[in-house]
């Protein structure tokens, strides 16, 4: 990239597009289109939400594939096992590349969770997808210390690749386990609005921090210029690595 002008005019290099995933919390299907497709230098994967999956459904995910994003299908699943292998399992056939499912559910729970998320996928003839445990909720300030490295290590044990986590865990997580998928909310510009984001990180500390996939959200859609803001907060990684 020879300069910052250059590089917002032309987005980001495949891989660290792959590793920016666009939060489209609208109630919206063709706003949600709208903003994806405008922001696609930028970002490769999708991240539906209950919002837009309470909104719009399956329908979601299949408009965002069509549009050549892989879908991050942010559903949390919560319930009993046998509920939560059939819910995941439709959203591998559907074609999510990952989803999401609360640890404190417990490891049987996940378990069943990776296993219909994989059956899904591997049924419907696509590449096995990766399940996300979330371990506690960012608004959950009451939750001990020792909870997060204890559902990370019950996530691990029940299978799913990957793990919502903090900007400001990243290094206790990577050293508990390596070869987890790190995933990280609350991405913001430095001193930027934080909205109600408890930990914000910018992009650059994140990915230096061990970060495999950055969701954004509010900075970029929020914005006026979506794509500017984009530009604004991404423009510089590639130059940075
Ligand atoms: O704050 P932002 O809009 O970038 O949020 C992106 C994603 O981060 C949301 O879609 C939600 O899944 C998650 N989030 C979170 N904690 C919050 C707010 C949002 O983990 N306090």
Redesign the pocket.
């Known amino acids: 990239m020879a300069n910052k002008v250059e590089a917002a005019a032309e987005g980001l290099s495949p891989e660290l597009r792959s590793q920016m995933a666009i939060?489209l919390?609208v109630d919206d299907l063709v706003e949600a289109v709208r903003l994806a497709r405008q922001l696609s230098p930028w970002f490769g994967v999708a991240?539906v939400?209950l919002e837009l999956y309470s909104a719009a459904g399956p329908d979601a995910v299949g408009a965002m594939l069509d549009n050549g994003f892989d879908v991050f299908l942010?559903l949390k699943l919560h319930d009993i096992p046998t509920t939560v292998r059939k819910a995941a399992g439709v959203c591998g056939a559907l074609g999510a590349k990952y989803l999401t499912m609360h640890a404190h559910g417990g490891a049987d729970m996940m378990r069943a969770g990776v296993e219909g998320f994989t059956e899904g996928a591997i049924n419907a003839g696509l590449e096995a997808p990766t399940a996300v445990a979330i371990t506690v909720l960012?608004?959950d300030a009451d939750a001990p210390d020792h909870i997060v490295p204890n559902r990370l290590r019950l996530a691990v044990e029940a299978g799913c690749g990957g793990i919502v986590c903090a900007g400001m865990n990243l290094k206790d997580l990577r050293e508990l386990s390596p070869r987890t998928m790190r995933v990280v909310?609350?991405?913001r510009a430095e001193g930027a609005d934080s909205?109600?984001?408890?930990h914000p990180v910018t992009p650059a500390a994140a990915l230096a921090e061990g970060a495999d996939l950055l969701?954004?959200?509010?900075?970029v859609t929020l914005a006026d210029d979506p794509a500017a803001a984009a530009a604004a907060l991404l423009g510089d990684l590639d130059a940075s690595e």
């Open positions: 939060a919390d991240k939400g942010d960012t608004s909310p609350g991405i909205h109600d984001q408890p969701v954004i959200g509010r900075a």
